[in-house]
């Protein structure tokens, strides 16, 4: 295989998972970051031991700028881009509503909503036939929060991702016949460090355990399955849909 899958965010969590994963699988990966260039450079440099080929570039999704160099980045490296994993995203400190930063909000809301619609903005220009791309598949990454709410944790965050749930669907009848895909995984409690570097709240994650009706934490690995399905010709007659990998929850 030489497809070519672009990560964003992809240097630590669910998009290390699912960079490693797609290497395994033939793919050549380009994993972004935003400041953990030594995460990412590290990552990188494991995929290649192994006999991948990978990349590492900066940019912060939340500005148009990087997003834009980042696909030029990858074009040029790899001469295509065959599947973008929208994946960055934060949720700020946990909190009730009418108790959050302002900045915290407007932060949450550039990176998880305008970002990622500029990514599968950029990633359209490239792949669309009709722009004289080859096609190609947009995988956003939401989560249960956009069903759940999250009351009392970030609503603000849930908010964000439900609108991701909305470009899913409007995007994939936009690009159906421009050999694109758009599809979605949503992923429940999973055990990544989000839970300890975003939220601040360290006890969540057991907090939220007997809630699951599997009763157990997902691991980044298993939403990287469900994202390399969704990206793969396997899932060749699926768009405007989202996969719910979340233990029942």
């Known amino acids: 295989m030489n497809k070519v899958m672009l990560i964003t965010g992809g240097s630590r969590g669910i998009g290390a998972a699912a960079a490693r994963l797609a290497a395994q699988r033939g ?38 700028d990087d997003i834009e160099r980042l696909f030029r980045q990858t074009a040029l490296s790899f001469g295509s881009i065959d599947v973008v994993v929208n994946n960055a995203g934060i949720t700020g400190k946990s909190s009730r509503l009418d108790e959050a930063d302002p900045q915290v909000i407007a932060d949450t809301i550039a990176i998880n909503t305008t970002g990622a619609i500029y990514v599968a903005r950029e990633a359209v220009k490239h792949m669309s036939t009709r722009n004289g791309g080859k096609g190609g598949v947009i995988v956003n990454i939401s989560s249960a929060a956009a069903l759940l709410g999250s009351p009392g944790e970030y609503v603000w965050y849930a908010a964000s991702k439900g609108a991701i749930d909305s470009l899913t669907t409007g995007l994939a009848k936009e690009v159906a016949m421009e050999g694109i895909r758009v599809v979605s995984v949503t992923p429940g409690m999973t055990l990544t460090d989000i839970h300890e570097r975003s939220t601040g709240d360290v006890a969540r994650v057991e907090r939220i355990r007997p809630t699951i009706p599997m009763q157990r934490i997902g691991e980044p690995e ?28």
């Open 222 to 249: 298993e939403i990287a399955e469900a994202i390399l399905f969704m990206a793969s010709d396997a899932a060749s007659y699926i768009t405007g849909t989202t996969l719910r990998v979340a233990g029942g929850r």
């Open 27 to 64: 793919y050549r990966v380009v994993v972004n970051y935003v400041a953990d260039r030594a995460a990412a450079e590290g990552l990188c440099e494991d995929i290649r031991t192994d006999g991948g080929m990978a990349l590492a570039f900066q940019g912060d999704m939340a500005k148009l």
